[in-house]
């Protein structure tokens, strides 16, 4: 090696390709912090409570909007809403969907079906809007028995239409309460003139009757998908059983057969056998892709051709992570999103290529997650199930890509980026002078001969390093840098400087007046409570003279270890504290002063933090540190101070407290850091409510929004405040291990 | 003084034992005692009795025709699994930190390595900064990692944070102990691994018990983190049940505040059955003046 360096064109070489590796590898490893900031988070709130909000939709029109339908319940009355939201998150506008007279039922479902046509379903009433730039404009609106039974939720696609030569074929399939589903037709004459669509309906709505009473044909099993072929002639349905159907939009010579028969009269192909089909997607041309859990199948009318032969099989795209319950296809690039049940995870699929281009996780815990894309848009709505609001967002493809965080590939390629970047100095030095390489050399030699030596050892010691390094020294690292980002799960991180600490300091400037006040409080609190009660006690017990009454203490004294804290607040909270029913302070009170005197210790903001300041009374706590330490003092001293006329009190402060006065330090330090940390009192008596909100629990709360920023803002705060604590607290430690040395 | 052996003892107390400061010292104790207890012997009368016997007396001795001791298996069906789920979990945490703890403090205490101080100076760096800093990004990483509701999620971030205390602890020890012992022995060509196994180790048992039991209350007792990532109600720890369930509990006048004070006791069974170990193991006040810091 040493040889090989000496040449300088050699070195020139190793120059630029450790130059090269440095900069590729810190580029592609920090690559993530430029993401593609476009892309919106929409919360939008509904007035009322989630569960009423049933009828959601949303599409993609081509102009670049979403059409969104979302539910009011103000004062119990449902109100139906499409909006149009651009990739921005703007709202362009927003139209109150209103029911014709004698339409008694609710909107179910909107879509766009053209560049300017929506269409609106309720139960008993068809209604067509033309898309204008500033709302809907209603056209035409007709009654019958549309059935149309959408429960968006499900992600069971219940129709279809089909445009062309200027019809609106609308297909829908009912799945009725049994596992019946049947299919009915609809052929909508519509004329265009010029802007305004004037539709006749024509009278002669197709139905295929079954058997007298029933007018739909039913086909036996739940549909979880259907297409419409290109030539406009076929349908293809596909079966929560695995199979799929393609009939004939008249259903021809349907009626006179027994469901149970169809497989015999009507092409069927078996995508799974006894696998249940989770979600099917027509892609709009020709192509229906179904879910079968995990696995991606795609079927087209030809397969059914060759349904006969013995030979078919499905055709199989690729596999997903998770199983796929939902999903929507992006007809510009041939991409196929998959949604999982949780909502949590969204796959997008080049169908082409048979291959999934990336995988991501939006956030965790919602339901009801809808979602529909756009040329180069998806917008998704879920209900959260922690705060139970009903959100929507905007992604943009490439930020959808982007959102997959630290992989493990970009960690390797910041090492090989470091790496790279220190032996380019390296070498930098020694192509400079002679000499310098030659020391630099040597010293290179020197750390390297050490390492490989205790190679073994650095391999034991890997496990706990590694630990180490990703759970606590990167974390703390990565706080520090993202309590300067925008930064919550589900969203491209994005810069803004000093924007957390102003939310914080200035928006927030009350609850953060209460939270230092809390702070003050709680920690002066635990300096009094961890120290002065449990030397006074542990003097005491020391002057009992009996000795074995200092057992039965002791034995006692190990009963409050027994139940876990948090159960223990538990107790003060309802046992001790509670009001109505009256917890053992409240009865007592009751019982001198009269009903309804019962004072709300941890509901009333007056005394809510003070109550919580006195829960652990009579406050023993750690005496058995402070007993132990007091038993080492030698008993001469004792008496030569008896002797001397000092009394008990001053024999205290005299003699005892200073050869306890480093468990006191150490007590004492371990207090402030609790106090400044202190949350699990907080949330087990009063949830941060009513005052008594602190640091840690704010810390807490951000976590539980996935706002990831704001919290690290706070733990920086906090570790700000506790820095010159931990510092002398590590420093103590240190000196007592050298003193052992 | 010289060994003078009187045969009637003249008893001179000291000021302090007199009988006319010993009763006041005493009644304080027994005060301070009872009032201690309080919290716990309401819980335990109340865990037997019935809801409406609590809300309208609630310091009363339970009746003894009418003691519920079905209390007790409703508060079980509720959280019996759960208190598995948090004694295994505090358990593996535990061990693994008590073993990790002992061979890290083991190689940095005997084992002579390039750059072996620059490294415990790592673990002291880290235990200058609160591990509240972590969390946020443990949060992340928890996440996108896919370990949301497994107990790895617990794990992972706990033994790393917790090593660190651990090993400068053990360092301590195993640095206190009589070189002698140790050189003799690798005079005798024992290996380092040896010299660990058979000699250092056996004369640290007591703190190695110790650190489990501590680490295992601890853990047992955690109570943020654990929310956080076990949201799902079976693997949930019981800490996180309690608080769920105190909220739930408390509006059924069937169950009613019986069955929630017997799932604070049955809480606490583990805790117990780890208290009875220590005083076993630790007669006499030798840790506490031994753990002088």
């Keep these: 090696m040493k040889s090989f360096l000496k040449k300088k064109y050699k070195r020139l070489i190793a120059l630029i390709v450790f130059l090269a590796m440095g900069c590729v590898g810190l580029f592609l490893g920090y690559a993530h912090f430029t993401a593609d900031a476009s892309g919106a988070a929409l919360a939008y709130e509904t007035e009322g409570k989630m569960e009423n909000l049933s009828a959601v939709s949303s599409t993609y029109d081509d102009s670049g909007y979403f059409l969104t339908t979302s539910v009011n319940s103000e004062g119990g009355e449902r109100k139906f809403f499409v909006k149009k939201i651009g990739l921005e998150g703007q709202v362009e506008f927003q139209t109150e969907l209103v029911r014709a007279t004698g339409d008694s039922g609710e909107f179910t479902y909107v879509t766009g079906v053209t560049e300017d046509r929506v ?40 129709f279809a239409f089909d445009v062309h030569d200027g019809v609106i074929d609308i297909y829908s399939l009912h799945n009725s309460a049994g596992s019946a589903t049947s299919i009915v037709v609809y052929a909508e004459k519509t004329t265009v003139i010029g802007d305004a669509f004037v539709s006749s309906v024509n009278r002669e709505i197709k139905r295929v009757s079954g058997n007298k009473n029933k007018k739909l044909v039913s086909m036996g099993a739940l549909v979880k998908g259907f297409a419409v072929t290109e030539d406009h002639q076929n349908i293809i349905a596909v079966f929560t059983t695995g199979k799929a159907m393609m009939f004939d939009t008249n259903l021809d010579g349907l009626a006179e057969v027994d469901p149970n028969e169809y497989e015999k009269k009507v092409k069927t192909i078996t995508v799974g056998d006894g696998v249940t089909v989770t979600a099917a997607q027509y ?46 296809y992006n007809a510009q690039n041939n991409t196929l999103f998959a949604v999982s049940e949780d909502g949590n995870t969204v796959s997008a699929v080049d169908v082409e290529n048979r291959k999934i281009d990336y995988t991501v996780k939006l956030k965790f815990g919602i339901r009801g997650m809808h979602a529909s894309i756009g040329a180069d848009a998806f917008i998704c709505h ?17 930020e959808l890509s982007q959102l997959d965080g630290a992989t493990v590939g970009k960690v390797i390629s910041l090492v090989f980026g470091y790496i790279g970047a220190a032996l380019t100095l390296l070498l930098i030095v020694m192509l400079v002078s002679e000499k310098a390489s030659e020391a630099v050399w040597s010293k290179v030699k020197w750390v390297g001969v050490s390492l490989w030596r205790s190679k073994w050892i650095y391999l034991v010691i890997l496990p706990s390093f590694a630990l180490l390094i990703m759970f606590s020294i990167y974390p703390s690292v990565s706080a520090i840098i993202n309590s300067f980002f925008d930064y919550e ?8 400087g000093w924007g957390n600490y102003e939310e914080l300091f200035v928006t927030n400037k009350d609850l953060l007046l209460q939270i230092c006040r809390n702070t003050v409080l709680l920690v002066g609190s635990y300096l009094f409570t961890q120290v002065v009660p449990p030397v006074f006690y542990a003097y005491l017990i020391m002057l009992l003279r009996n000795k074995s009454s200092v057992k039965i203490i002791r034995w006692f004294m190990y009963i409050p270890g027994l139940i876990p804290t948090i159960a223990a607040m538990l107790m003060w909270r309802y046992g001790i504290y509670g009001i109505d029913p009256n917890g053992a302070i409240n009865i007592i009170i009751e019982k001198i002063f009269g009903p309804g005197t019962a004072i709300g210790f941890l509901v009333d903001e007056r005394y809510a933090i003070w109550s919580i300041l006195f829960i652990g009374f009579p406050w023993v706590g750690g005496f058995l540190l402070f007993y132990g330490a007091l038993m080492t003092v030698p008993t001469e001293v004792y008496d030569a101070c008896e002797l001397e006329g000092c009394g008990l009190i001053r024999r205290f402060f005299v003699i005892d407290l200073p050869f306890i006065m480093g468990q006191v330090k150490y007590v004492s330090i371990g207090a402030i850091i609790a106090g400044v940390k202190s949350v699990g009192r907080i949330m087990a008596t009063t949830e941060g409510l009513r005052g008594t909100m602190t640091l840690m629990y704010k810390l807490y709360d951000y976590l539980q929004a996935d706002r990831l920023g704001m919290a690290s803002t706070i733990a920086v705060i906090m570790v700000v405040l506790l820095a010159g604590i931990s510092l002398a607290r590590v420093r103590k430690m240190l000196k007592k291990e050298n003193s052992y040395d | 003084m010289t060994n003078t052996r009187k045969k009637h003892k003249i008893v001179r107390l000291r000021r302090s034992e007199r009988l006319r400061v010993q009763i006041p010292i005493s009644i304080i104790l027994a005060f301070a005692i009872i009032f201690t207890l309080i919290p716990f012997m309401l819980t335990i009368m109340n865990s037997i009795k019935g809801h409406f016997e609590i809300t309208t007396s609630i310091f009363s001795f339970p009746k003894l025709n009418d003691i519920r001791w079905d209390n007790y298996a409703k508060a079980f069906s509720y959280v019996g699994a759960n208190i598995w789920n948090s004694v295994f979990i505090a358990f593996v945490q535990s061990a ?30 880290v235990m200058v900064m609160p591990n509240e800093l972590n969390t946020s990004e443990n949060y992340a990483f928890v996440n996108n990692a896919g370990l949301m509701n497994s107990y790895w999620a617990v794990w992972l971030p706990g033994w790393s944070a917790a090593q660190a205390s651990g090993i400068f602890l053990f360092r301590i020890f195993f640095m206190g102990q009589p070189k002698s012992l140790k050189e003799a022995a690798r005079i005798d060509g024992a290996s380092n691994v040896q010299l660990f196994a058979h000699i250092v180790l056996p004369m640290t048992i007591p703190i190695v018990v110790y650190r489990f039991l501590t680490g295992f209350t601890g853990a047992y007792n955690s109570y943020l983190w654990n929310t956080l990532v076990l949201q799902d109600e079976q693997k949930m720890s019981v800490i996180t049940l309690l608080m769920l369930k105190s909220g739930s509990v408390k509006d059924n006048m069937d169950q009613g505040f019986g069955v929630l004070y017997a799932m604070y006791v049955i809480s606490g069974l583990p805790l117990m059955v780890v208290s009875a170990i220590s005083l076993k193991f630790f007669k006499g006040t030798e840790f506490a003046s031994a753990l002088k810091m």
């Design chain 1, 119 to 158: 269409i609106a379903f309720t139960s008993n009433h068809y209604y067509l809007y033309a898309l204008k730039e500033n709302g809907l404009e209603l056209l035409d609106t007709h009654q019958g028995n549309w059935n149309i039974a959408a429960n968006p939720d499900s992600g069971v696609k219940n």
């Design chain 1, 283 to 328: 892609d709009g041309n020709n192509a229906l892709y179904v879910f079968l859990n995990r696995d991606v199948y795609r079927i087209t009318a030809e397969d059914f051709a060759n349904s006969e032969n013995e030979g078919y099989k499905p055709d199989y795209v690729v596999s997903l992570a998770e199983p796929g319950y939902f999903t929507t």
């Design chain 1, 382 to 398: 879920w209900i959260d199930t922690r705060t139970e609001r009903y959100e929507m967002t905007v992604y943009s493809f490439s």
């Design chain 1, 489 to 496: 799960l589900g969203k491209p991180k994005e810069f803004i």
């Design chain 2, 96 to 125: 693994v930190l008590v073993i990790i703890s002992a061979v890290m403090a083991y190689i940095f205490a005997e084992v002579k390595f390039f750059g072996s101080n620059f490294l415990f100076y790592i673990y002291i760096m």
